[in-house]
Nanobody, 125 residues
Framework: QAQLVESGGGLVQAGGSLRLACVASGLPRSRNRMGWFRQAPGKEREFVAAISWTGGSPYYGDSVKGRFTISKDNAKNTVYLQMNSLKSEDTAIYYC??????????????????WGQGTQVTVSS
């Protein structure tokens, strides 16, 4: 049974930092990519970042480039999202996702078929 479990969300002041973690268990080996998405109330799910288990450059959404960093620890089956210089507009539920994606489809939520339960990130201004 595949499972993705996120942790690390919370309340932080604007300008602060948080690190999210996603532990993947039972994920089929064919799922080459892990991504982070977020969804704020009343808004569509937004791509944040993605990384391949096997290497290559990570992907970032335009709104987080230069502030967020995605990384992985293959030995621990864990993907991290380091979030710095947080803004109030970063407030959302953050979801970890796993899927098989090509370069052209990495930013689409529909490319991922395994999802975590989400973790709330709230940035106060």
């Amino acid at each position: 049974q595949a499972q993705l479990v996120e942790s690390g969300g919370g309340l932080v002041q604007a300008g602060g930092s948080l690190r999210l973690a996603c532990v993947a268990s039972g994920l089929p080996r064919s799922r080459n990519r892990m991504g982070w998405f977020r969804q704020a109330p009343g808004k569509e799910r937004e791509f944040v970042a993605a990384i391949s288990w096997t290497g290559g450059s990570p992907y970032y959404g335009d709104s987080v480039k230069g502030r967020f960093t995605i990384s992985k620890d293959n030995a621990k089956n864990t993907v991290y999202l380091q979030m710095n210089s947080l803004k109030s507009e970063d407030t959302a539920i953050y979801y970890c996702a796993g899927g098989w994606t090509a370069s052209s489809t990495t930013t689409y939520a529909s490319s991922y078929d395994y999802w975590g339960q989400g973790t709330q990130v709230t940035v106060s201004s």
